[in-house]
């Protein structure tokens, strides 16, 4: 199968990450899949915007920002439709942005398959955290992709019952989660075991992450084994961390590695006892779950919703409630406490991983069935 896949991404991130590896998977599978999307994505460093996304978003008026937004849609529609000529797809398949419009259009001018993978309803997100002018305008643009794609493709069945409400039939609607490639994490190793006992956290370190009430659990920790933190990944609420581990007389047993690349992430995994998912928007799959499970990580994640659908307190993880003050740290004394259940979660959590083929892999041939499916109907 030929698959168009069409994005709009500028940043090297998450979004990133599952872009490749879901084409990846798919080249893997046999399929042909001709990547369009900005030419800055290539250019853009791991954990950060092209410089070109970047400096528009400052020089513009809110409202004028989003208006070049849905303005970029013409001449993006241009170079897909002239890859559409070059290549002829069978599908067209696109990772959502907001005010990005050239998929459907393209999609609907030559009634092809539109897959559309959804991982946030970005007009809501974009409001919410007050990035937001054209909010009307934004609602549309969502609603209009959302609406005429053949298959709309949500992260997690809450953001699907999102998707439902903005007027998407829900047999049109079928939840794929991220993934992990195994290929990555062949095997689980034994987790360290020593002392300091390491917890760790994968992803870009941000203040809602509640790092910072993992730092003072340190601190405040008097079990038999001492405890320390690693944190892979960059952000901006890295130099608050140092200084309160500092202040804390910690810093000696915390660390931050910085950016690592993909290849590094199984390594640096294998190096924990306990991995922490602290805190979650409530429609995301955290990759980084993904990865704790795969490399049999005993995890701690908040309890709700989303995070359920892939983690079962108290078989593949311990879930604590996130409006509760120290509930998290209870969990993650709890589980410095007792060796064995740390061995038994993390079993528990690779065993999901391959009891429901949640990989790459799984997920392109669920996706390249659907589009199959699309294509005879």
Same mark, same amino acid.
């Given at each position: 199968?030929?698959?168009?896949?069409?994005?709009?991404?500028?940043?090297?991130?998450?979004?990133?990450?599952?872009?490749?590896?879901?084409?990846?998977?798919?080249?893997?599978?046999?399929?042909?899949?001709?990547?369009?999307?900005?030419?800055?994505?290539?250019?853009?460093?791991?954990?950060?915007?092209?410089?070109?996304?970047?400096?528009?978003?400052?020089?513009?008026?809110?409202?004028?920002?989003?208006?070049?937004?849905?303005?970029?849609?013409?001449?993006?529609?241009?170079?897909?439709?002239?890859?559409?000529?070059?290549?002829?797809?069978?599908?067209?398949?696109?990772?959502?942005?907001?005010?990005?419009?050239?998929?459907?259009?393209?999609?609907?001018?030559?009634?092809?398959?539109?897959?559309?993978?959804?991982?946030?309803?970005?007009?809501?997100?974009?409001?919410?955290?007050?990035?937001?002018?054209?909010?009307?305008?934004?609602?549309?643009?969502?609603?209009?992709?959302? *609406?005429?794609?053949?298959?709309?493709?949500?992260?997690?069945?809450?953001?699907?019952?999102?998707?439902?409400?903005?007027?998407?039939?829900?047999?049109?609607?079928?939840?794929?989660?991220?993934?992990?490639?195994?290929?990555?994490?062949?095997?689980?190793?034994?987790?360290?075991?020593?002392?300091?006992?390491?917890?760790?956290?994968?992803?870009?370190?941000?203040?809602?992450?509640?790092?910072?009430?993992?730092?003072?659990?340190?601190?405040?920790?008097?079990?038999?084994?001492?405890?320390?933190?690693?944190?892979?990944?960059?952000?901006?609420? *890295?130099?608050?961390?140092?200084?309160?581990?500092?202040?804390?007389?910690?810093?000696?047993?915390?660390?931050?590695?910085?950016?690592?690349?993909?290849?590094?992430?199984?390594?640096?995994?294998?190096?924990?006892?306990?991995?922490?998912?602290?805190?979650?928007?409530?429609?995301?799959?955290?990759?980084?779950?993904?990865?704790?499970?795969?490399?049999?990580?005993?995890?701690?994640?908040?309890?709700?919703?989303?995070?359920?659908?892939?983690?079962?307190?108290?078989?593949?993880?311990?879930?604590?409630?996130?409006?509760?003050?120290?509930?998290?740290?209870?969990?993650?004394?709890?589980?410095?406490?007792?060796?064995?259940?740390?061995?038994?979660?993390?079993?528990?959590?690779?065993?999901?991983?391959?009891?429901?083929?949640?990989?790459?892999?799984?997920?392109?041939?669920?996706?390249?069935?659907?589009?199959?499916?699309?294509?005879?109907?």
């Amino acid at each position: 199968m030929r698959i168009l896949y069409s994005h709009r991404i500028g940043s090297k991130d998450g979004q990133g990450v599952h872009l490749e590896a879901l084409v990846a998977a798919l080249r893997a599978a046999g399929h042909e899949v001709r990547v369009v999307g900005p030419a800055a994505f290539a250019e853009a460093e791991l954990g950060g915007d092209s410089g070109l996304v970047a400096r528009i978003r400052r020089s513009l008026p809110r409202f004028a920002a989003e208006l070049a937004e849905l303005a970029y849609s013409v001449p993006a529609y241009w170079r897909l439709a002239r890859e559409a000529r070059a290549f002829h797809p069978d599908a067209i398949y696109e990772r959502y942005n907001l005010f990005y419009l050239s998929g459907a259009w393209l999609a609907r001018r030559l009634r092809l398959p539109f897959l559309v993978e959804v991982n946030a309803p970005l007009a809501e997100e974009r409001a919410r955290f007050g990035g937001l002018a054209l909010g009307g305008l934004a609602r549309w643009s969502e609603g209009f992709v959302w *609406r005429r794609a053949t298959r709309v493709l949500p992260v997690t069945q809450v953001l699907a019952d999102r998707v439902a409400a903005a007027g998407v039939d829900p047999a049109r609607i079928t939840v794929v989660p991220n993934g992990i490639d195994l290929a990555e994490f062949p095997e689980p190793a034994p987790a360290p075991g020593g002392d300091p006992l390491v917890l760790g956290f994968v992803g870009f370190v941000r203040d809602w992450h509640g790092l910072d009430a993992v730092l003072r659990g340190i601190a405040a920790w008097r079990g038999p084994t001492r405890l320390a933190l690693t944190v892979v990944g960059e952000g901006p609420a *890295r130099p608050g961390l140092e200084a309160l581990a500092a202040e804390l007389g910690i810093a000696d047993r915390v660390r931050f590695t910085g950016l690592a690349q993909r290849a590094a992430i199984p390594g640096h995994v294998a190096g924990f006892d306990i991995a922490l998912q602290p805190a979650s928007v409530p429609y995301a799959s955290p990759l980084k779950v993904f990865e704790y499970m795969a490399a049999g990580r005993a995890i701690v994640a908040p309890d709700q919703p989303n995070i359920r659908e892939v983690l079962e307190h108290g078989r593949t993880a311990m879930l604590f409630d996130p409006a509760r003050e120290g509930a998290m740290w209870e969990a993650i004394g709890l589980l410095a406490a007792d060796p064995a259940l740390r061995a038994r979660l993390g079993a528990a959590a690779r065993a999901e991983i391959l009891a429901r083929d949640l990989t790459w892999a799984g997920n392109a041939r669920r996706v390249a069935a659907m589009a199959a499916a699309a294509r005879e109907a």
